[in-house]
Antibody
């Protein structure tokens, strides 16, 4: 069974940084692209970033230059380094298996990031 | 950026009724269109991928159709557990985008 477990969320001040992690199991991690998708409170789904199985990356314009996606295939872990955080980055961040090449599925349970002073 | 517009925003129906949800793309996405269901406090769950293929474990009452710019998710006979928010999603072009969602509520 595929399992994705996010961690690292929390409360951070505007301009601060946070690193999210996603521990993956139940599939061959290094053969799969992975994505981060976020959901603001009461809002819809917004794609954030994707990394292919070989490490090529894509970012939404809203986070480009501030967020960095990476992966550690030896530890089956996906990361999202978030710098220069803004109020509008407040959201639940979901880790998910999949990229533009395949349906995004499944999703982790999400980790909440709150940017507030 | 491909914009996905879902309609209606809210759909009020009773158990046993048929639900028809629409998703329109601002340009063709071929059949690279998926549907997700999300319940409060839960992650989205994949229902339909590539426009018309049911994901593993999804009941046969869920079906998807369409290609190009117009897509439909149909729930043939609503069960109590089907009342949730539904999102469409395209993976035809970067950036990946989602519709704004349709809330299916009990009438």
């Amino acid at each position: 069974e595929v399992q994705l477990l996010e961690s690292g969320g929390g409360l951070v001040q505007p301009g601060g940084s946070l690193r999210l992690s996603c521990a993956a199991s139940g599939f061959t991690f290094n053969n799969n692209g992975m994505s981060w998708v976020r959901q603001a409170p009461g809002g819809g789904l917004e794609w954030v970033s994707t990394i292919s199985h070989i490490g090529s990356t894509k970012y939404a314009d809203s986070v480009k230059g501030r967020f960095t996606i990476s992966r550690d295939n030896s530890n089956n872990t996906l990361y999202l380094q978030m710098n220069s955080l803004r109020l509008e980055d407040t959201a639940v961040y979901y880790c998910a298996k999949g990229t533009i090449a395949s349906a995004i599925d499944p999703w982790g349970q999400g980790t909440l990031v709150i940017v507030s002073s | 950026e491909i914009v996905l517009t879902q309609s209606p925003a809210t759909l009020s129906l009773s158990p046993g009724e048929r639900a028809t949800l629409s998703c329109r793309a601002s340009q063709s996405v071929g059949t690279y269109l998926a549907w997700y269901q999300q319940k409060p406090g839960q992650a989205p769950r994949l229902l339909i991928y590539d426009a018309s293929n049911r994901a593993t474990g999804i009941p046969a009452r869920f079906s998807g159709s369409g290609s190009g710019t117009d897509f439909t998710l149909t729930i043939s006979s609503l069960e109590p557990e089907d009342f949730a928010v539904y999102y469409c999603h395209q993976r035809s072009n970067w950036p990946i985008t989602f519709g704004q969602g349709t809330r299916l509520e009990i009438k």
